[in-house]
DNA sequence: AATTCGGGGTA
DNA sequence: TACCCAGAATT
């Protein structure tokens, strides 16, 4: 036998506990999940938006953004024939902005190559962008009822608590471990009410910290909870520490009062906050916080942009998951009489917003914070 | 296998 | 603070 064979019979269910597994958890999910705006709704591209906004992020959060998005594009025709711009506007603020693009993308391809239906195979939906394992299996069974398993973060926890599964939960042997596991535990019958009910019980029950062991509807089936330190499993997931980093960030103003008018830059598709608008920024990867002062007022003289002496709004820092970013923020006014039509020495697309304009541009939590500093001075 | 992608909730 | 969230793509 294999050795990751071997890993997996060791932990493996038997077919009594999968039957008493699976009903317990039905029947406590029945009871106990919570009202959430994409239970039971059967329209698949609903739930393809719901699993896409809830990749990384929490419930709470998702919620608004959910409702927002299918009141502008209830169906996947709408959201296909959408502009890119209106797209970003409504993701803005939701993060990791790949994810709308791809959404977005996607769309596009279910209406002009699948016949406008969302695929129902988990092998067809992977070969759509930005839908991966995890959520393949969450749309096919969930909205189309396949037999197939999940396996998030709650569901590696809850799994990593019920047999005692030690080791880093990403590492592959784990992952596959998981998913097989999962496999032969969802039922066929109720397979998206099952993956829920997992993902529900590591969300409300068997939480990271302080898992309420004793409403739990399969504790006598968690080795965990029998050795009596459940929160041991899964091991801590090693995290990359934030790197360092400084830019440059000058909000540059035309005119006063209801003319007042801002210049802004929008961030290529791909990488950091792809497809954002922001005030213009240098970054100095060095971290060395002097240069960019010089270095953003070349920038701004290279753009064409005569402006007056830059009113210093001061420091602040933003993290990021894998990013520490430390802003130096200033404000110029502009001294022309008119502003510029653009600033083609800019690689990117510019453009002067006014205050209205700059609040429903999808900029980053980042840039809002520079904006609040600009709006403080 | 490790890194790159945000932002916020929570203890 | 540190951890984690209904992960996927890229290198």
Known sequence: MSRT???????????????????????????????????????????????????????????????????????????????????????????????????????AVVVDEMGGEVPRTVKQLKSLKGIGPYTAGAIASIAF???????????ERVLSRLRAISGDPKATANQKLYWALAGDLVDPDAPGDFNQAMMELGATICTPQSPTCMLCPVREH????????????????????QRPMTVGTSVVVFGTGRAERFLVVKRPPDGLLGGLWEFPTVVDEDGKASSVDA???????????????????????????????????????????????GAAEFDQPVDWVSRDELERLPMSAAMRKVLALYEQA
């Open 5 to 107: 064979a071997e890993i997996a019979s060791e932990h493996q269910f038997s077919a009594d506990e999968c039957d008493s597994l699976r009903r317990a958890l039905l029947s406590w999910y029945a009871h106990h999940k919570r009202e959430l705006p994409w239970r039971d709704i059967g329209d698949p591209y609903a739930v393809w938006v719901s699993e896409i906004m809830l990749q990384q992020t929490q419930v709470a959060t998702v919620i608004d953004y959910y409702h927002r998005w299918l009141e502008r594009f209830p169906t996947v025709e709408d959201l296909a024939r959408a502009e890119r711009e209106d797209v970003m506007e409504l993701w803005a603020g939701l993060g990791y902005y790949r994810r709308a693009r791809f959404l977005h993308e996607s769309a």
């Open 145 to 155: 009822d396949e037999p197939v398993p999940v396996v998030d973060g709650n569901v």
């Open 222 to 241: 968690c080795i965990a909870f029998a050795e009596g330190e459940p929160t041991e499993y899964p091991a801590t997931a090693k995290r990359t520490r």
């Open 295 to 341: 270095y953003l007022e070349q920038c701004l003289a290279t753009a064409g942009l005569e402006t007056s002496e830059p009113n210093d709004l001061g420091e602040l820092v933003h993290h990021f998951s894998h990013i520490r970013m430390t802003i130096r923020a200033e404000a110029r006014r502009l001294d022309t009489e008119e502003p510029p039509e």
